[in-house]
Structure formats: C-alpha cells, structure tokens
C-alpha cells in the first residue's frame, strides 16, 4: 500500500508525548477513568496541531502599559462535531483549546455483522457553511463511519472539514482520502490492519466501549 502519510491533506502526529499516551490506551490493563483521561489529552494535543491554521485579526487592546494591535481568532466559532459513541471522548480535550466553539453530535453505529454503519442522530450547530467543523472519532477502521458522517456535514452545507482520529487503519484511512479528497485529516498513528471483524490490529480494543465502561 502506498505511504498514506505522505499526502497532502493527512497528517500524522508523531510526538512523543502522544505516542506515550496512545501507548497507555493500548493497554488492556488501563482501565476507564485513566482511558478516558488520556483520550481527552490526546485529542488536545492533537488539537493544538490540527487547529494551526486557524484565521485570526488584529483588534486593539490596551495592555497596562499602552494600547496595542494584537491577534484573536476570528470569524464565526468552530463546530467540534463528536461520532457518537467514542468521538465524544474527545470533545472536552478540543474544548479546553476552543471553550466558545459550537457542539455538534452524529449518531452512527457499526452493524457488528456487515461492519457497515447506521446512522440515528445528526445535529449540527447553524450556520455549519461558515465555520471551521472538526470531526471526532478516535477509531477510523474501515472508513465507513467518517465517510457517512461527513457526507451527512456536506449535506447540510459544511465546508471546511478537519477529521481527528486517535488510530486509523490504512484501509480506513485510504478509503477516507478517497471519498473525501478535500478534508484535512489527522491522525495520532497508522496501526497494521484490520483483523476479520474489522477491528485494528494492535489497536486498543473497542473505544466506545473502553471510554464509557460498556461490556
Ligand atoms: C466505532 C468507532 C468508529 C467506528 C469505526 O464506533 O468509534 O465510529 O467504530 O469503524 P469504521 O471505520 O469501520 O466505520 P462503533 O460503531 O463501535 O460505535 P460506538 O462508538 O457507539 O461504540
Ligand atoms: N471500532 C473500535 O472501537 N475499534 C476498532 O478496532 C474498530 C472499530
């Protein structure tokens, strides 16, 4: 398979201080409060890369010693859009970077027989064409659920798409490049494969599960 890292619009956030992190997830002994913990720092981690491009304006601010032209972000506030379950997990890590940001939710389900996903719940803050959107899911297996999930944001309008996952799967990720060639997406690290029910191999298991205490 071609090198995925390699292209434009995927990044791979290599840091060592995720790669710690994501080490500690992989654990089976980790248990759930530490789970959920460290999904939440590393989607601010990851945040704090994937959200360098933001548009920021100068406004004048008088500092205690002058006034003075100085950077805010600018334009209308993010939308962090979670895929429920496990995308959730990562929404305060982006929040404690973005507190004013708008909070969407997509609903979808893997059918655990075909692994295809269904959807059953899509909210997304108004209006979703002029904000930045940053999709969450720490799994990106098959691909299937981000690529519903941000087909469901074009139709309603959305725009600039920023897709964070924790580990992707290369098929995953491949299949993501490909429906979605205009998305930026982020991923903490690229795993070997999918096994036979779809899973990542090494992975970290089943996220929703591992983050909510399920199972
Ligand atoms: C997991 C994960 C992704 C999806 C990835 O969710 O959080 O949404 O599977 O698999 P895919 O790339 O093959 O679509 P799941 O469907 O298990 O739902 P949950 O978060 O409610 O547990
Ligand atoms: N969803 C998960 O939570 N884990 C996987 O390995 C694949 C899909």
Redesign the pocket.
């Known amino acids: 398979m071609e090198d995925l890292s390699k292209l434009e619009n995927v990044t791979i956030l290599d840091h060592p201080l995720i790669q710690h992190k994501i080490s500690r997830l992989r654990d089976k002994s980790t248990g759930t409060a530490e789970f959920r913990k460290l999904v939440n720092e590393i989607a601010m981690l990851m945040g704090y890369e994937a959200l360098r491009d933001l548009e920021t304006e100068n406004v004048e601010i008088e500092t205690p010693i002058e006034k003075t032209m100085a950077p805010v972000l600018a334009g209308k506030k993010q939308a962090v859009v979670p895929i429920l379950r ?1 995308g959730l997990g990562m929404t305060d890590g982006i929040l404690s970077l973005l507190p004013a940001a708008k909070v969407g939710h997509i609903g979808l389900y ?1 059918d655990e027989e075909t692994h295809k996903p269904h959807a059953y719940y899509c909210k997304l803050p108004e209006p979703i064409s002029l904000r930045t959107i940053i999709v969450t899911d ?5 691909g299937g ?1 981000a690529i519903d999930a941000i087909n469901f944001i074009k139709e309603k309008g959305g725009k600039k798409i920023k897709f964070m996952c924790i ?1 992707a ?1 290369p098929e995953g990720l491949k299949a993501l490049c490909e429906a979605h060639p205009d998305i930026q997406i982020y991923v903490g690290h690229v795993d070997r494969q ?2 036979e ?5 090494p ?8 983050i909510f205490g399920t199972k």
């Open positions: 496990a893997r720490p799994m990106l297996a098959t659920s580990i799967a999918l096994n029910n779809a899973y990542i191999c992975g970290l298991g089943d996220a929703g599960d591992r």
